[in-house]
């Protein structure tokens, strides 16, 4: 079984910078992407930014310039460094693996909540 576990969300003023993290354990996974999601109240959960084993990323234009996404393939390990927030940033931020030969994630965290203030 395959555990994703977030840390590094919190409270945060306008402008200010957070780094999420997300280690993947478990027995005999292979991810050949990451993924960083979020979900704010009463709003469907939107893709932020991704990253795959060969290192390629890929952002939402609303975190285009401002995030960045990184990972660590021996740690397991998969990063997102956030700068310039705003409060339309405030959300649940959900680390995600993409399984080989998956079209899409099918491994999720639990979440960290952000929350920026104005």
């Known amino acids: 079984q395959v555990q994703l576990v977030e840390s590094g969300g919190g409270l945060v003023q306008a402008g200010g910078s957070l780094r999420l993290s997300c280690a993947a354990s478990?027995?005999?996974?292979?991810?050949?992407?990451m993924g960083w999601f979020r979900q704010a109240p009463r709003q469907q959960r939107e893709l932020v930014a991704t990253?795959?084993?060969?290192?390629?990323?890929k952002y939402a234009d609303s975190a285009k310039g401002r995030f960045t996404i990184s990972g660590d393939s021996a740690k397991h390990t998969v990063y997102l460094q956030m700068n310039s927030l705003q409060p339309e940033d405030t959300a649940a931020y959900y680390c995600?693996?993409?399984?080989?030969?998956?079209?899409?994630?099918?491994?999720w965290g639990q979440g960290t909540r952000v929350t920026v203030s104005s």
């Open positions: 995600a693996g993409r399984s080989e030969g998956n079209s899409w994630f099918d491994h």
């Open positions: 478990g027995r005999s996974f292979r991810f050949d992407a």
């Open positions: 990253i795959t084993s060969g290192g390629s990323t």
